[in-house]
């Protein structure tokens, strides 16, 4: 979606506080989902569930369940889901995550979301929205080529995009600007051929679901998180 034409559409939380919110970020690879969930964490609280981290996570720790991604990541394909689904069950069981949580990179495709309504009903959290940013198609590379994680403070950086103070903080502490395996063009590109066969079907799932809120992810990460936090009403 071109700038400009976004779609906001205040959430009505009911019942529910701002300190409980149950969020599903959805949107291709490099539309900004950790960096907006990075920053609705600091300033809200809520934990970002991320499956990519956790995954990556077992993987650099060299668990059986890690040794088993490994290869589906590396070419950009989805882990199985029951190694996902093992994954969710699991981090939505630890105590941060009662009061409310923000799921980025999860659900992935039809299946994930139907076990994800059914575990969430069993556990009485009901979802307050599935926010959908929405980046054209060709920025989604530069963004993914550009990406580097700080490797003292873990934030999100890109050489593109990011304030030149931001990537000097990084350096100034002592970090190195790491960059993820699967952030080459050739697994990009497929990961892109994945979002759009598997997880773009989520985005009229959850409109059926009357839980889709729409935002532009063109612009500064700033202007995003605005919207972002129109959205959501917070
Ligand atoms: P995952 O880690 O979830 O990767 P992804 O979905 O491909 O998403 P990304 O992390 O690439 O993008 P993002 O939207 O978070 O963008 P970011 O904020 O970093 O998954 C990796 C792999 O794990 C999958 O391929 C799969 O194998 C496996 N996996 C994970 N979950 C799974 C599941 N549920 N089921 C099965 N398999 C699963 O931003 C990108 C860059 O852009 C950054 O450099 C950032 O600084 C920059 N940027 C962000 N916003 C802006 C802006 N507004 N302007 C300029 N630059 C910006």
Do not use: W
């Amino acid at each position: 979606m071109p700038a400009g034409r976004c779609i906001v559409i205040p959430l009505t939380l009911g019942a529910t506080t701002e300190s409980e919110m149950r969020i599903i970020l959805l949107g291709a690879p490099g539309s900004g989902k950790g960096t907006q969930a990075q920053r609705l964490m600091a300033d809200h609280g809520f934990p970002q569930v991320s499956t990519g981290d956790l995954l990556r996570g077992a993987v650099a720790a060299g668990t059986p369940m890690g040794l088993r991604a490994k290869a589906a990541m590396d070419a950009g394909e989805l882990v199985t889901d029951d190694i996902v689904l093992g994954i969710i069950r699991d981090r939505l069981a630890e105590p941060d995550a009662a009061g409310g949580f923000i799921l980025d990179g999860f659900p992935r495709n039809i299946a994930q979301a139907e076990s994800l309504g059914e575990l969430l009903d069993d556990i009485g959290q009901p979802l307050d929205a599935a926010l959908l940013i929405d980046v054209d198609s060709d920025v989604l590379m530069k963004r993914l080529t550009g990406r580097r994680t700080c490797s003292v403070t873990g934030k999100v950086l890109n050489v593109y995009f990011s304030p030149q103070s931001e990537i000097d903080e990084c350096l100034g502490a002592g970090g190195e600007l790491l960059q993820r395996d699967d952030d080459n063009e050739e697994t990009i590109s497929n990961r892109l051929k994945v979002y759009s066969e598997q997880t773009a079907p989520l985005i009229e799932h959850y409109s059926q679901a009357s839980l889709l809120s729409r935002v532009d992810g063109s612009g500064s990460v700033d202007e995003v998180y605005a919207r972002v936090g129109s959205a959501l009403g917070l």
